[in-house]
């Protein structure tokens, strides 16, 4: 069962920064929050995870709230290459006997 | 560095037929998950292996069955196909002490008639 709600679909300029944000308000204390994302007719990918703090890496950036009932993902100068179904996922850090539900995602367009 | 590699691409197969699914996973991963995806819809947890093992498993029905091999390779068999089985059938691999960084494979698109 999907923790987590994401808007359907979201539109980015090209070279501007694209904020996708996600309601994740039952997260528990032990569980983190994945991204990943699909390009069009490719395998999902991961992007970034972080549990409270905010986590940067060469893809993205990922802000969590301080009660850490939502997040965003920001891409800081989006390209067209980053147009994608993007999702958000909550689960419990490395617990190998758990699964990623991957809900729907936010299909993100980035507009030249 | 090879990444996760699967075969066949497309499929086409007719209700009530089987059909095996083919994984290899990353180089140097001995953890192989499944997932199926619907048009529209974002990926299903079907089954994770390791050490030749199922460790756990979605809520799919028996028809879905796998394997995997001591190299680490992995099938997924689908018997007695429905028309709602037709999706694209993703592996993902990753280490076991490390699952939170998957990386999945390009899929087999199966079409079921």
């Known amino acids: 069962d999907a923790k987590t709600t994401q808007p359907t679909s979201m539109d980015c300029a090209e070279g501007r920064a694209a904020n996708l944000p996600c309601n994740h308000s039952t997260i528990s204390g032990n569980e983190y929050v994945y991204w990943y994302r699909q390009i069009h007719s490719q395998g999902p990918q991961y992007i970034i995870h972080g549990l409270k703090n905010n986590e940067t890496n060469e893809m993205a950036s990922l802000i969590i709230t301080e009660d850490r009932k939502s997040s965003t993902l920001i891409l800081p100068h989006a390209t067209l290459r980053d147009t994608a179904v993007y999702y958000c996922i909550v689960r419990p850090y490395r617990d190998t006997g758990n699964q990623f539900y991957f809900g729907t995602g936010t299909s993100l367009t980035v507009i030249p | 560095d090879a990444g996760v590699t699967q075969s066949p691409t497309h499929l086409i197969k007719t209700r009530g037929q089987q059909v095996t699914l083919r994984c290899s996973p990353k180089?140097?991963?001995?953890?192989v998950s499944w997932y199926q995806q619907a048009l529209g819809q974002g990926p299903q947890f079907i089954f994770q292996y390791y050490e030749e093992e199922e460790r756990q498993r979605g809520n799919f029905p028996d028809r879905f069955s796998g394997h995997q091999f001591p190299n680490y390779s992995s099938e997924l068999n689908v018997n007695a196909l429905l028309l709602g089985d037709s999706a694209l059938y993703l592996c993902?691999?990753?280490?076991?002490?490390?699952?939170?960084?998957?990386?999945f494979g390009p899929g087999t698109r199966l079409t079921v008639l």
């Open positions: 180089s140097g991963h001995d953890t």
């Open positions: 993902a691999s990753s280490l076991e002490r490390n699952t939170d960084t998957q990386y």
